[in-house]
């Protein structure tokens, strides 16, 4: 059995590793822990009209912890953000959702079946759950990851259109692909499927804007 089979993620081989090569990547926190980390920057949150923005992985994995965080900031008055792919059980998903001043929504593509080539899962728990969530009425921004190639097409933006315009939805943030992650590929060993991508040009990006705002959607590169 190879080693990596047997790890039990205590974090001793950090501890003895003399070269320092293995550090443990976070930690476990208690909602206080949490909390007081918040609590120093409520004054950074005031002058800038900032908050707190649970992201992830996937945050509704953990609905319990997640919900508390939010009920505790709210109970400060700190504006929150729940970010979510939306690949979760509806119950938890609308429990965390509903105590988050803003939900920001990750959409990859509409297509089930390129969703499942590209990430290996069908959408449609994810496309159900979106439109539930705008059933629900709270504060609700759909973040489209725009990938050369693979959902920037003309056909895609059709999709995307005609699915968020069904659903009632209208505020949409693009977000260009950026090769910012390349380099944790290289320092984990593992091969990068879109290592020769190049990020859009401006005009694409432009392009994509106007093909979903024509449809009268509300978008906005960035976000």
């Known amino acids: 059995m190879r080693a990596t089979l047997r790890c039990r993620r205590c974090g001793t081989c950090a501890d003895i590793c003399r070269a320092g090569a293995r550090e443990i990547a976070g930690r476990r926190m208690t909602l206080s822990e949490v909390m007081a980390a918040i609590e120093k920057d409520t004054v950074f949150f005031d002058e800038s009209g900032g908050g707190v923005t ?26 929150t953000a729940l970010e979510t792919c939306g690949f979760a059980p509806l119950e938890n998903l609308l429990r965390v959702a509903s105590a988050a001043d803003l939900v920001l929504y990750d959409l990859k593509l509409i297509d089930d079946e390129k969703h499942k080539r590209y990430t290996g899962a069908s959408n449609e728990s994810i496309l ?3 439109q ?5 009425g709270l504060a609700l921004t ?8 693979i959902n920037d097409s003309t056909a895609d933006a059709e999709d995307f259109a005609r699915f968020l315009t069904g659903a009632a939805l209208r505020s949409v943030h693009l977000l260009p692909y950026h090769r910012m992650g390349a380099g944790k590929y290289q320092r984990l060993g593992i091969l990068n499927p879109l290592e020769s991508l190049e990020p859009p040009s401006e005009e694409e990006i432009r392009s994509f804007q106007s093909r979903l705002s024509c449809r009268g959607l509300d978008v906005r590169v960035g976000g």
């Open 128 to 130: 159900a759950n979106l």
């Open 142 to 149: 759909v973040r489209i990851p725009v990938i050369p190639g």
């Open 54 to 79: 649970l992201s992830g992985g996937e945050p509704t994995a953990q609905p319990q912890f997640a919900l508390a965080i939010l009920n505790a900031c709210r109970a400060l008055r700190i504006h």
């Open 132 to 136: 539930a969530l705008s059933r629900s």
